[in-house]
């Protein structure tokens, strides 16, 4: 027996709709750095303060 507690498809397989969105979306990224438009730093962020 699957137990629903343990087993949730819902989760992450969400069903997909091409509906307009709710809120509209304004966001303009500003770059500190213009080598960041074309790559992450993410793994800079990570480590900063890493020794």
């Known amino acids: 027996v699957i137990s629903d ?3 949730n ?5 969400v069903p997909q709709s ?3 969105p709710l809120v ?3 966001f303009k ?3 500190k750095n213009e ?3 074309s790559r992450s730093n993410l793994i800079d ?3 900063e303060g890493v020794k």
Do not use: M, W, Y
Request: with cysteine; proline share 4%.
């Open 5 to 7: 507690s343990r087993f």
């Open 9 to 13: 498809c819902t989760q992450c397989h």
């Open 18 to 20: 091409d509906a307009k």
């Open 24 to 26: 509209g979306n304004s």
């Open 29 to 31: 990224p500003e770059f």
């Open 35 to 37: 080598q960041l438009k």
């Open 45 to 47: 962020v990570i480590n």
